[in-house]
Every structure is written in structure tokens, then in C-alpha cells.
């Protein structure tokens, strides 16, 4: 390995060099890879259900001229914002609770694992018929599907804090409430980001399966329905969309991150190549 | 209020561990008899009382139908979760050190973390076939992002000054890696390690449920497809029950690796005060 | 007044062996008197004191503080740690302001007070850095400056120059001299320098190690207020007669301790 | 030849059939199948969660036979798969049932109506019927719920006001005990010519071993045969076969299906292939220009009438 | 020999502001000399340590030793870091035997090599314990251990006596000048107490603060060995003669920077 010592580079560097140490050309490297096997293996050994590379990114376009589209990401996307939401407003808490009472933690953890373990397709008919179709039962969904993520990682944060800043803030007088915002929150918090982070990509596969299993309206709808014409290039030009939507949103949730977690990057020992 | 671990061990040193059965058998039988109750209230079939579930799981038990699906089921788990694990450990502690790394892969990884599986399962029975090799994909495809994403944010979080004073004693990168990265990253990872080993189970029933319908997951949906909530139930005892089983062998691993954590937590003895005085006095050990 | 009475504190280490930490501690810290406390290293000083600071718990004895027995961290105490605890994610005056703010003073004055002092520990132009971005002395004067912003009727200080280079370590103890002089303040003040037990202390604190007890009081006449001219006090006969004896005592113990290490019992 | 298919030594054949969560409709099939390995062949039953996965198998060559949805088949030829329809699986069995209150379409006028997606047949023939029935302006509204039991539930739980249902659904809704459901449009008086599900095939297999179709396509009129004889042939079938179902209505439901005639292997004729095939064409499903002849190889089924 | 030239490091702020922590540092260190650094707290000394340890990187300059440019860490320099740096999941046993598994030492030699050297710090009865089990002059024993056991060419320590009592570091300081005298080995040796650096060094540098700059290097010329009897070395007259200047010099460059403390440019 390289080292960091010795004078530091030039700051003014050869063209090679500064694309060689930026990130693009690896993304683009793992890219054209991605696209080619796509491409290649859909050509030789594809199904009716297999699209090429080039017709995904064909259709993909074309769904993205679709209002239909739109119209779907807007309903699918309510019960994404409300679930996800609950997750994360009753998750970290929870996850905090659980993390600095270890009595209550004891009693719980097989709970969380339930809920971590249960196949959630496997009870998606008792929940149809508990709580119907509705808006309800799809922001349930979502929000069962993200939550243990948000809970678990929180937990795990907090128990990383470290003990001496605790101690601290109680010889100041800092009520339980207050280590809870001023220690245990900000120190939790990297952990508790990838757990959100982690959650948001959960929530959104809930949001589909929902609609794949149980209510096939908006995007799930549209999933079925390219399945059923088959028309594949449609179908995962539609899954593309969700996961950049995903993406997207997910590198929503790291800027706030690092905006949040400012200090993470004095002392982490992340390797800066 | 007062002291920590020290405090709620001072009495019972080694006591800790084994008290951790009790706790999740108790709750486990409050879940239980609010359940039996809820399910005799309620009365609808898709509350059955845990009776009635148990009842029909003794059924399956007793035709046969469970005990030979768990076994397949089970050895898919096994490969799935394997073969997850060290995905999860190799490519999340390289994105997590290495910045090129996380560029190259972490788009990737990422999608594949929300790509909701049931959508690629054209893609797992295209590339392998119906039998066991898809669900094992399925298993990965559960597991192995999740155990990815968590190790790469626990090697990011280690602290700088650990890994400064291994170089300056000549450690090589493997050595960084094995000797300071891996131990001061196994609470986190420890923690997407369990989510891991749950989601694979997730993974294993989907994979009967919705590529090939065998197994654990055929029994699952064919009870779904009847609404017979009861049947659901049954099987979903047994899967949680391996689940938890599968669950508690990690956390046996994640206490054995993790047993240096201080405490952030509070005391168990929620006394506010210090501690009676003299009610330690035997404890204190003094020779 | 602080009283603590047959104060007992063992730790029982995860590998199962018990540390006895503290046996049978008596002592009385007068209402502000400023009492510092000498010993060898891991013999118990940050464990009485934070005892005393109600933040760990105790085998049997008892702490009270002006009548009242300590139950937990109250607001007339304050803590300057040995190991700084910084928060890494506040900036320094974030961290200077914390104490304050779990005291409810208001943001305005807060600010104001807390800039003041960064500037009385020489921080001033360092208020937005964060604690991974200054120097090991750095930190510690955050550490001390966050104690004194709370103005507290008892002020417990772990070692809390020992990063600091000897002349800041002058101005700070001169500034801690002032600030005790000028309001009600009870001080408990552990150090490993005998100067600064003598130049600053009202009575000195031996301890001995393992188990960690009370081996002498040694009280120190020289005149108050002494913070004008520490440099003064410093060479004052009395002054050397009474670092010369710590010294030798302080020897001695060492050397009988030695002899018993033995506080560890498997 | 295609269907992942082996010869054996002594000529006989090693091949796969894809079924997709077997139920009544499906039990023949297996009755049919075990008559094809009395005469020595190797047939391996898969059971796959969807019905495009199948059609996929069967397209690549995995499978040699499956029996599902006509629909997807459809399609799926249309776009070159090499599939033949060989048989019928079961006749026009849908109806459209409604809650209290419900009797015609213009009833349902902005209320709840679930239907599968779009693709499916009973989605195609429910949106049709409001078609040709629905005042202008009354449509109800549609709400996507997979799965005909689901369904059944949803109506149960007032959940929708109105759904096509499978008979087995349907004698569900009745045996339920709750009243007040009405039967507003029986598709199989309506649209006899649709055939929703058949047994289709992978092309070069059937090319390749013509007798063992014709094998499979005799043994299922013969057990199509004997359920017509006797309903209580196919009550004992779906005890054999799918031994974990307790369907405790299922002798009514053997015999709603036997008195509408729905079992007959043979029914398939070119016009009502092409009934069905324009019927989808009218849905929107299918694009215009397939034939029968394009689709269906009605040659077993005449072979064995 | 260590050779540093025009060394130049400064640090960017989160908030954007620059810091010049070392400003054309010029410095040599002989071959088995012993020197120690003096500076105002935030000076730059566990910059410039830290730089030769090839552990960060600066803006220019050179830093050489014996020949060759410091290019990352080697297995010639061992250093004891200012804040310990232990591992907090290791005992004390695998803390002090860390550096040694590094460079590869056979596991029967490091236990026994780690055993002797936590006998010598003083913390024998401790090796199963962990960090957090540890007072904080403890932790920075077990660091010096660990830096000793792997007997390096070069130590490089940073305050490595803050946290322990003088009994403790008077100990310490023989056994180290015990060590030094009896190898082959350089010391850079930063403290904040005077004494301590004339007790040691060969020479004592003197460090400004913010420009980091060298102010004076001072030559300590009493004889060698001065391990035997520590305490007769403070009490002769060129020790209290060097001390006093040293003190001087200290106090002027404090009043000096107190005038200019504009180290941070925005
Ligand atoms: N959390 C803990 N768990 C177990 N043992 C502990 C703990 N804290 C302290 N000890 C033990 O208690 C003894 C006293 O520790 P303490 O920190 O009070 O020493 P100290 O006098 O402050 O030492 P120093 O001057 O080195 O800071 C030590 O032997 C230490 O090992
Ligand atoms: N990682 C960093 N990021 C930003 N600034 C830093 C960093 N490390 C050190 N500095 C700054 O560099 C200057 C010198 O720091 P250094 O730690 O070298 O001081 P020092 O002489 O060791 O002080 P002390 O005696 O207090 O330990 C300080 O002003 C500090 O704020
Ligand atoms: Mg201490
Ligand atoms: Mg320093």
C-alpha cells in the first residue's frame, strides 16, 4: 500500500493522474462491465422475460415520457412516505430505548428477531384480511419492512457511544431526556444513518412487494401487467426506475449524513484512495 | 442509576449470559398467552388463538409434511447464508476501506439491497434452473447485501488513531485489516451479520414461495391461498423458530467478539441510589 | 462541606479477578477549602472522585454533601474528566456551552460565558474546531473551561493540567486560584505534581495504592491569596519543606507498596 | 428434442411439466400424467410460483408441457415462443358475483370492483362485460387484487362490492353462510367460446414425440371422462393429489363443475381457439393477426375423439 | 540520524480555516541521542513527531533518516502516542505484544518479552485486564510497553509520563535512561516538564507555537550515565542553572505569542 507520509502531492497534477484518483472512471469501468454481460448474456441465453441492455434502456426512456408512470410513482410513493417516516420516528427512539436498558432489551430482542425473520409475503393475506387494501395496509407494510433495520442498527450505535461522554453529561446535570438528544443521538448517529440507509432501501422493496402481492395498483400494477404481456424491456424499465428512485433517495439520506456527521471524518480511518 | 456493568455483575460474575434465556422464554410466554387471549376475543380467522396453531402444527408435524421440507430447506440456508457472509464480510470491509471500491460497487449494491428479489426471479430461474441453485441465489440475494452495506459503514466508523498506531508498528494492510479494522468493526458488523442471517431465512421461504413451490414454502402458500390463517401460522412458527435458532448462534458469536464493549447502557438496578451500603459488602471479594 | 465515611469500592474485572479500588476512605473536604489529592497511579483517585461526583456506584459507606447523601450528579457539583470526554461532534464552544445548556442557561449568555472562558484557557480563534482537530493540551483546557462555566459550589478536577505545558499550567492555575479566591468554591483537585498539590492546595491528600486509602493529611500554612505571584509561593521556605516531605512519603509508600503488590486477587 | 428431454434405452422418455400451484381444475392433469408413466416414462411435475415462468421453461425447452392461463401462452407465441396449444383445461368458469344491493352493472356505478391485473383473462372478460353492459358513465371502480380467492375474501370483508370468481371461490362465498351475494354475469353462458385455460406444449417436443402426447391428451378426456360419470371420481382425485387441502365444500364444488360441463380435454375446436384468440385480440391483449392454426395444434385432441 | 528540513504541515479546517501547525522546521537528530522537545501546548510537537513516524503527510520539506527520505512507517521507529492508542477489545497482555506480532515476533518470545516489559511499568497482575478496566496513567503505561517491546532503532514518545505520579515517572525515566544507555537508540521525547527534558536529553528543543517553528535548541551538558541516581542529577548546579533558563525563555515566547495568537487565518 501506498502510505500517506511524505510530503503530500503536488496540489497541480497530470491530467492521468487526477482521473486515475477520482471515482468516475471505476463507475464507469463497473458499468460498461454491467452492461456488457447484461447485454451478452440476454443475447445468447435469453427468455421472454430477459430483456437485452439496449431495450431496457430503450423502454426506460419511454416510460419515463409515460404520465402513467408519474401517475403510479405518485400513488406507490404516499405509502412510502408514510411508512418510511413511522419508521424512522418510532425505530430510532425505539432502537435508543433498547440500547440503554438492558432489562427492556432482553425482553424484546425476540421480538425484533420476529419480526426480522417473519416473510412478510407469508402474512400478507392475514393482513389483507385484517386491515383490507387501503392506503393503511401498504404504509403497514412498508413500515414493518423497514423498521427492524432502523431499530436494530440504532441499538447497536448507541451501545457504541462512548460510556465516558454519558458519565459526563450526567455530572452536568443532564436529565435522561437530554442525554438521550445531547450524547446518545449524535453519537449514535453514524450508525443510526446506515440504519436508515438500510431501512429506505427496505421500504421500498416493501412498497412493491405490497403492491406485487397484495393490491397490484401503481408501480406493482405496472410490474404485473408488463409480466403478464410479457413485454420484459417494460417490466424492468420499470424496476430501473424504482431503483434509481431508490438511489436517489438513498444518496438523499448519506448527503444528510455527511452534513450531519461532520466530525466522522476527522477521526475515521476510511482509506482516502 | 449509579455504576455499570461492574454493579449489576459485582454479585454474580458469569451469571450475565445464561440470564439472557430466561428473559426472551419469559417474554416469549407473555407473547404467548396475549396471543391465546387476542385470538379468543377477536375470533377471526385470521387471529387464530395459539392453540388452534399449535393444534394444526402437531397435525403437519405428525403427517411428515414439515420435518422432510425443513431438512432441504435448511441446507439451502446453510449455502445461501454461507456464501453471503463471505460476500457480505470481502466486499463490505473493501467498500468500507476503500474509496475506489465503494465508487466501483456501491451503486450496486445498493440497488440489489432494494430491488424488491421477487421481481428477478425470470433472472434466477433463467440463470439457474428450478431447483436448488435458485433458491440458494435467492438465500444471497436476501442476505448478503445487507451484511455488505453494514460492514462497509462499520469499517468507516473505525477510529483513525487505532489504525495510525498499528502502521506506525509496520502493520500491513492485512494486518490493519484483520487486526484492528475487523475487531473494532465487529459490533456493527455483528449487527448486519444478525439482520443477515434473518433476512436469509426471509429469503429461504420467498425462494419456495415464489420461483420453484417446494418445501416449508409451498405448505406456506398453499394455507395462504385457502386463508387458512392457522396453517399460515403453524408454518410460520416453524420458520421462526429456525430463524431464532439461526438468530441466537450469531448473537452467541457477537457476544463472544464483542464481550470488551463498555456499557452505555444503564444499570439493570434502576435504584437511584449508588447502592444500599453494605448490601455489596459480601460481593466485594476482599481477601 | 463534603463528608465521606468508610467509603469501600471494588471492581470485579471481566477476566473475574476483583480490584479492591477503594478500603475504607475517610476524609472531610471543608466548605470552600481547596483540598488536592496525591497517589500513585491506580490507586483510586478517579474513582473517589467520581464517587463523590455521584457517577458510579459504591460497595458500602457513605458521601454527603452539606447534610444531604450523594444519590447521583447534583448542580452543585462539576467534573473535569482525566480523559477530557469531548464530544467529537460538537465544536469547542458547543462543548464549553453543554454544561451550561443541561443547566438551562439561556443561549445569549451561554455564548457569551462560554467565549469568555475559552479565551481565559487560550483557545480563542479555536471556538468552531472540533476536539479531533486540536492538540491533546487543547482538549483538556475545553475539558476545564466546560467545568468552570457552570460555576459550581463544588468543582471535582481529575489531573486537569497534566497535558498542558507548564507555562499555560501556570496561567491556568493561576486563573483557577483567582476564580476560587473570588467566590464560594469548594475544590477537589487530584494531580501528580507535588508543586501544584502545595502551591495550590489548603491540605494535600496522600493516598496510598491498592487498596486505595487515605495515608495522610498534610495540611500547607503558606499565606492566601496566593494567586498574584504563584512564582512567589514557589519559593517560599515553607513551600520546600513541605514538597521535600511529600516527596519522601511519597517515596516510602511507593516503595512499601512494591513490596505488597498484591491488590490483584485472582 | 425440446421439454428437457432424455430418451432412455428402451425408447422410453424422461421429460418435465410445469404446473403452477395445482388446485381442482389441475388434478386430471396429474391423474393424466400418472396414466403416461404406467407406460414407462419418466415425467418429473414442477411446481412454479408464476405462470410467465413457466411459459419461459417451456419456451427455452425445459418443460414439456404446462397448463395454466390461455392468455399468457398466448402472448407468448405471438412474440415467437415456440408453444402449441394441445388441449383445454377446463371450460369458462367465471362469473362476476356482487354484494347486497349489487344485481346489474350500472349498480356498481363508482363502487369498488376487483379484478386481477391486466393480462388476466377474468380482468379481460370483467372489463368487457362492463363494456358491452355498463351504461356510459357508470363504470365502477376497478381495484387490482391478485388472486381469485383474495378476492372472494375482499367480498366477504366488504372490502369491494363486486368480483369475477372461480366456481371453487364462488361455492366458497355461498358456503360461507353470509347471504346476499348475486351471481350479476355468468361468463359461461356469455362467452362459451373462451377457453381460459389450457394445456399447452413446447412445439418441438410434440413434434419430436408425437405418441406420447397423444398419450397424455387421451389419458386426460379419459379422466375428464370418468369425472363427468362420477363427480365423486374427482373428489377422490384432489384427495390423492393434494392431499393437504381440506376443503371441506369440495363435493359441491366437483359437482358445480360436472353439471356445467366444464371438464371435456377435447373441447378445443379451431373456432373456438380462434373465439378465444379474438376475444383477447378484443381485450387488448393480443395484437391483431393470430390464427388458430398459428397457436393451437388441435391434432391430439382429434386424434382422440 | 534524523534529518529534518523545511518542514511544512498545515491543516484545513472543517470550518475553512487554516491552520499552520508546522512552519520550516529545521532539525537534526544524532545517531543514540537522546532529545527532548519543550513547547506551548498546540505548538505542532505531535505534528512533527507524528511526521517522522511517517504516520502523516506535510505540504514540504524533507524528513531523512539515516539516509533515507521517511516515505510511511518503518520497522526502525516505535512510538508512544499521546493518547495511548490501545485497542480497547485486547488485554493488556495483546496490547503491550501487539507491536511485536506485527514485526513478527515468535508468540513464546512476545509473551515473555510483554510480560517483563508490564513488570517494568509496574502493571504486573494486570495483563488480563482490558483498557477500560485501567486508571488512565495505567493505559499510558501499557502504551510504553508496548512501544519498548519491540526495541526499535528509534523512539519517538509523546508525553509519554503526563498521566502518572512523579514516583511512578521518576521509575520510569530510569528505567528508560537504563535502556537508552545500554542500546543502540534515539529518543525524541516530548514533555511538558522541564525537568524531565533536562533530566534526559542530550539537548533540549524549544518549540513556538502557531507557526510551529524551532526557537532554540538548548545542550544539556551534564555527564552520562545519569540512570543510577536521578534524584543527585536535579540537584546539581548546572541542572537548576538550565532549568532556570529554560524557564526564562518558556515565558518570554508565551508573551510573545499571547501578543501575535493569530495562528488561525480564516
Ligand atoms: N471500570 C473499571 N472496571 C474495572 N476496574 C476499574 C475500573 N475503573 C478503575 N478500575 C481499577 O480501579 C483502580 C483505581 O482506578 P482509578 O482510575 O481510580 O485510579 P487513579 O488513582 O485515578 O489512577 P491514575 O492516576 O492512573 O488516573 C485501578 O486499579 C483500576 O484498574
Ligand atoms: N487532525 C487535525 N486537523 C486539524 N488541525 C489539527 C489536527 N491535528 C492538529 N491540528 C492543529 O495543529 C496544531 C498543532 O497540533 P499538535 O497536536 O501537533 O500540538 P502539540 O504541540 O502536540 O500540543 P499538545 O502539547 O497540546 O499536545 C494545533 O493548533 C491543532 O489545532
Ligand atoms: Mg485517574
Ligand atoms: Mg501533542
Known sequence: MSTLAGPLPPRRRGLLRRIADSDRPYQILTFVVFAVVWEVYARQWGGLLIPTFGETVVATFELLGDPELWQALYVSNQALVIGFGIAVVVGVPVGIVLGRFPTLERFSDVYLNILLVTPMAAIIPLLVMSVGFGLISRVILVTVFSIVMVIVNSRT????????????????GASERQIWREILL???????????????????????????????????????????????????????????????????????????????????????? | MVGGRQLTSAGTPGLLSPRRLPAGAISLAV????WEIAGRIVDQPFLPPLSAVVARLADMVGSGMIVGSLGASLVNLAIGFGVS?????????????????????????????????????????????????????????????IMIINTASAIQTVPGHLVEMARSYGASERQVLLQIMLPAAAPLIMAGVRLGVGRAVVGMINGEMFISVIGLGRIVTQAGGRFDGAGVLAILLVIIAVALGAVALVQAVDRRLTRWLPTTSRPATPSRRPVPAGARKTSGGKP | MIEISGLHKSFVGQDGSTVNALDDVNLTVNENEFLTVLGPSGCGKTTLLKATAGLIGWDSGDIVIDGQPVRGPGPDRSMVFQNFALMPWATVLDNVAFGMRMRGVGKAEREERARTLIKTVGLSGFETKRPGELSGGMQQRVGIARALAVRPKVLLMDEPFGAVDEQTRRLLQEELLGIWEG??????????????????????????????????????????????????????????????????????????HRDVRAGVTA | GGGGSTTNDDGTLNFSVALIEPDITTVPILAALDA????????????????????????????????????????????????????????????????????????????????????????????????????????????????????????????????????????????????????????????????????????????????????????????????????????????????DTRDPNVAQIAQRYVEG???????????????????????GVLKDGMTAADAADLSFVKAGS
Request: charge should be negative.
Open chain 2, 31 to 34: 407473547g404467548a398467552v396475549v
Open chain 3, 183 to 256: 467566590q464560594q468554591l469548594t475544590v477537589v483537585f487530584i494531580t501528580h505534581s507535588m508543586e501544584e498539590a502545595v502551591l495550590l492546595g489548603d491540605r494535600v491528600v496522600l493516598m496510598s495504592a491498592r487498596p486505595g486509602r487515605i495515608a495522610e493529611i498534610v495540611p500547607v500554612p503558606m499565606a492566601r491569596p496566593r494567586s498574584h505571584d504563584i512564582g512567589a509561593v514557589g519559593r517560599s521556605p515553607e513551600y520546600v519543606e513541605i514538597t521535600a516531605y511529600l516527596w519522601d512519603r511519597l517515596r516510602d509508600m511507593h516503595e512499601e
Open chain 1, 157 to 172: 450505535g448507541v451501545r457504541s457511544v462512548d460510556p465516558g461522554l454519558i458519565e459526563m453529561a450526567r455530572s452536568f
Open chain 4, 36 to 243: 403416461v408413466r404406467q407406460q414407462g416414462h419418466q415425467v418429473k411435475v414442477v411446481e412454479l410460483a408464476e405462470p410467465e415462468l413457466a411459459i419461459e421453461g417451456l419456451a427455452k425447452g425445459d418443460y414439456a408441457f404446462s397448463a395454466e392461463a390461455t392468455s399468457p401462452a398466448l402472448i407468448a407465441i405471438q412474440q415467437g415462443a415456440p408453444i402449441r396449444i394441445i388441449a383445454d383445461v377446463v371450460g369458462n368458469q367465471w362469473a362476476v358475483y356482487g354484494t347486497t344491493g349489487v344485481n346489474t352493472c350500472d349498480d356498481l356505478a363508482g363502487r369498488p370492483f376487483g379484478i386481477f391485473s391486466e393480462g388476466a383473462v377474468a380482468t379481460a372478460m370483467a372489463k368487457d362485460w362492463v363494456r358491452g353492459t355498463c351504461a356510459a358513465g357508470k363504470e365502477p371502480r376497478y381495484l387490482t387484487i391478485g388472486g381469485s380467492d383474495v378476492r372472494a375474501q375482499a367480498l366477504l370483508a366488504g372490502e369491494i362490492d363486486a368480483t369475477p370468481l372461480e366456481i371453487t371461490d364462488a361455492v366458497t362465498l355461498e358456503a360461507s353462510g353470509r347471504t346476499g351475494f348475486t351471481r350479476i354475469a355468468d361468463f359461461a353462458t356469455s362467452l362459451p367460446d373462451l377457453h381460459p385455460q389450457t394445456v399447452y406444449a413446447n412445439a418441438d417436443f410434440i413434434g419430436d414425440h408425437r405418441e406420447v402426447t397423444q398419450l397424455l391428451v387421451d389419458a386426460l378426456v379419459a379422466e375428464h371422462r370418468k369425472i363427468n360419470e362420477n363427480p365423486q371420481y374427482l373428489v377422490d382425485l384432489v384427495s390423492k393429489y393434494l392431499p
Open chain 2, 85 to 145: 457472509l463471505a460476500l457480505g464480510l470481502v466486499v463490505g470491509v473493501a467498500m468500507g476501506r476503500y474509496r475506489k471500491v465503494e465508487a466501483a460497487l456501491g451503486v450496486y449494491v445498493y440497488a440489489l439491497l432494494t430491488a424488491p428479489s421477487l421481481v428477478f426471479a425470470p433472472i434466477f430461474f433463467s440463470l439457474l434452473g428450478d431447483g436448488r441453485g435458485s433458491i440458494v441465489g435467492v438465500v444471497v440475494m436476501y442476505s448478503a447485501f
Open chain 4, 261 to 283: 360441463g366444464l371438464f371435456d380435454a377435447a373441447a378445443l375446436t379451431d373456432a373456438n381457439v380462434q373465439g378465444t384468440i379474438d376475444f383477447f385480440v378484443r381485450a
Open chain 1, 186 to 273: 449524535p453519537g449514535a448517529l453514524p450508525a443510526i444513518m446506515t440504519g436508515v440507509r438500510l431501512g429506505l432501501g427496505r421500504a421500498v422493496t416493501g412498497m412493491v412487494i405490497v403492491e406485487l402481492l397484495m393490491v397490484s395498483v401503481a408501480l406493482g400494477g405496472l410490474i404485473l401487467e408488463y409480466r403478464g404481456l410479457f413485454q420484459a424491456p417494460l417490466l424492468y424499465g420499470t424496476i430501473v426506475i424504482i431503483l434509481a428512485e431508490a438511489l436517489l433517495l438513498i444518496s438523499v439520506a448519506r448527503w444528510c449524513e455527511r452534513k450531519l456527521t461532520p466530525w466522522a471524518r476527522t477521526n475515521s480511518a476510511k482509506d482516502p484512495r
